[in-house]
């Protein structure tokens, strides 16, 4: 049973970035699934999750207009699409699952709450 995050890499402002979360052993279409990022020397902040039904989305403010949360249940992953990247945007971003006893609430931008947490993948936006 694992997550695994990758698509990361070195990109110059203004560039795009496909992040891909991949499950194996689970079914992640049953799951909300989240994305986070953490910078060095700041704290991890939820950027974008998706419920299991897909029906809810959450993006945080400053990510509003420029990522994009999707699920391909076919490839049992949860893409982050992220256009306009900006220097402020470089961090280790994971994704992970909200625990199936929290299906019913749909998404949380609460990192506590996710009880299953794939390694990261490095984004770093610099010129």
């Known amino acids: 049973v694992q997550l695994q995050a990758s698509g990361g890499g070195l990109v110059q402002p203004g560039g795009s970035l496909r992040l891909s979360c991949v499950a194996s052993g689970f079914n992640l279409a049953y799951y909300s699934t989240g994305w986070f990022r953490q910078a060095p020397g700041k704290e991890r902040e939820a950027i974008s999750c998706i419920s299991s039904n897909d029906a809810i989305s959450y993006y945080r403010d400053s990510v509003k207009g420029r990522f994009t949360i999707s699920r391909d249940k076919a490839k049992n992953t949860v893409y982050l699409q992220m256009n306009s990247l900006k220097p402020d945007d470089t961090a280790v971003y994971s994704c992970?699952?909200?625990?199936?006893?929290?299906?019913?609430?749909?998404?949380?931008?609460?990192?506590?709450?996710?009880?299953?947490w794939g390694q990261g993948t490095q984004v770093t936006v610099s010129s």
């Open positions: 992970a699952t909200l625990p199936l006893s929290l299906v019913d609430s749909g998404c949380s931008d609460q990192d506590n709450l996710y009880s299953f």
